[in-house]
């Protein structure tokens, strides 16, 4: 599986990433990734988390936290960072 990991260049992929999060299902206005690194091989996007006045999670956070988690799942698998 690891034969098909393609090097990427950050920008490419964050456009990769923000149409993945437009047309998924569970879209709220709003959500976007903003940066990307890679630990180990797995990609982590970044990007407004939508916090109260408090600096609370709010559930938007939720929707976002999940969006990223899935951006790494299906993305780790075919992409590595080049720069």
């Known amino acids: 599986m ?34 990307v690194t890679e630990r180990n091989g797995v990609l982590v996007f970044s990007g407004e988390y939508f916090l109260d006045e408090q600096g609370l999670p709010t559930p938007k956070s939720t929707a976002v936290f999940n969006m990223f988690k899935h951006l790494a799942h299906v993305l780790s698998e075919k992409y590595t960072l080049t720069d």
Do not use: K
């Open 2 to 35: 690891h034969d098909t990991i393609q090097p990427i260049a950050r920008q490419s992929l964050l456009i990769v990433a923000n149409e993945i999060i437009q047309n998924h299902e569970d879209y709220i206005q709003g959500i976007s990734a903003t940066d």
